[in-house]
């Protein structure tokens, strides 16, 4: 896949303590983008030939949820079946549905509405209350956080799972995190009709370049060990993604330890600003694959998410 993370807004009420993206509502710095801007943006992606936007923000008081559903249904109106985009993550959903004072299930239906299919696991970090107390304990509990996915998904919106590891987490944090997740897909895949739960996992690393916490990037070693306890530990959901965002090519060795998707992304304001490198050297990164063994094949989200 090719794609590009839009980072609408940078300002966040949420302080999570490893975050080096988000200036405080009075802070200078602070931004908001306009839909002319969101339009500059995608028209990129589609001219170097990608099809899938992520929306990731902040907690911005100031922005109501008639922001999102505009911008939404703008995205639709303007380019139809072209490109797909993940609307938010389900820490921005939970913090949007509580601050326009809405169900959790009532928020999911207004953005369905305005023609999202999409919102993605981000926001999970390491679900373990004691992780989110240590470092994030404005952004929701864990328990809050599966409840909001379980919404989404009894709207009949798709979602995704997601992790970050290399902070101070511990290894039995990362074993509760897959536990957790699991236990989650067993059940929403028992319990919801018609739901294909979570379609896929991914995995990257934490970033500590400017974060207030700092600390020591963990080896790509070590990721894709993580990698593949996680293919063979989430058995029950069918793709596990590989991270060029947070490991560049090197990203692509992941494709020996159990992933069997990735996407070149061209811009993430969240992790660059706390030290991630992105190329645009598209062949370079896919000639490492193919060092490797593999062929790679370019995915059409867009066309995907039609069926
Ligand atoms: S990680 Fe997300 S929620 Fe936390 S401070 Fe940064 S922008 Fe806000």
């Not at 931004?31 to 902040?58: H, I, R, S």
């Not at 922001?67 to 939970?94: P, V, W």
């Not at 240590?134 to 798709?158: N, P, S």
């Amino acid at each position: 896949m090719l794609m590009r993370i839009i980072n609408y807004t940078n300002v966040c009420v949420a302080q999570c303590d490893y975050c080096a993206f988000y200036k405080l509502p009075s802070q200078e710095g602070g931004y908001v983008l306009t839909q002319a801007q969101v339009f500059a943006k995608l028209d990129e992606l589609l001219a170097l030939g990608g099809d899938l936007a992520a929306f990731n923000g902040g907690f911005n008081p100031h922005l109501p949820l008639s922001y999102y559903c505009e911008l939404f249904s703008a995205i639709r109106a303007r380019y139809g079946d072209k490109l797909e985009f993940y609307a938010l993550t389900i820490a921005e959903f939970l913090y949007l549905a509580d601050h326009a004072r809405l169900t959790l299930a009532q928020a999911a239906q207004q953005l369905k509405d305005a023609g999202v299919r999409w919102i993605t696991g981000g926001g999970s970090e390491i679900l373990t209350e004691d992780f989110r107390k240590r470092h994030a304990k404005f952004k929701y509990t864990v328990a809050e956080y599966f409840d909001a996915q379980r919404a989404i998904l009894e709207a009949g919106l798709r979602t995704t799972a997601t992790m970050v590891i290399g902070f101070d987490e511990t290894i039995d944090e990362r074993l509760e995190h897959l536990e957790r997740t699991r236990a989650f897909q067993d059940k929403v895949l028992a319990e919801i009709p018609g739901t294909r739960g979570l379609e896929s996992f991914l995995c990257w690393t934490y970033k500590p370049y400017f974060t207030q916490i700092g600390g020591i990037e963990i080896s790509t070693a070590e990721y894709l060990r993580h990698l593949a306890l996680s293919r063979i530990y989430l058995d029950n959901i069918p793709r596990m993604r590989t991270s060029v965002l947070t490991q560049n090519e090197r990203a692509l060795e992941g494709l020996l330890y159990g992933a069997d998707d990735f996407d070149l992304p061209i811009e993430d304001e969240v992790t660059q600003k706390a030290g991630a490198t992105i190329s645009l050297d598209f062949e370079k990164i896919l000639n490492y694959a193919r060092t490797l063994g593999f062929e790679p094949t370019y995915r059409s989200v867009a066309a995907a998410s039609k069926l």
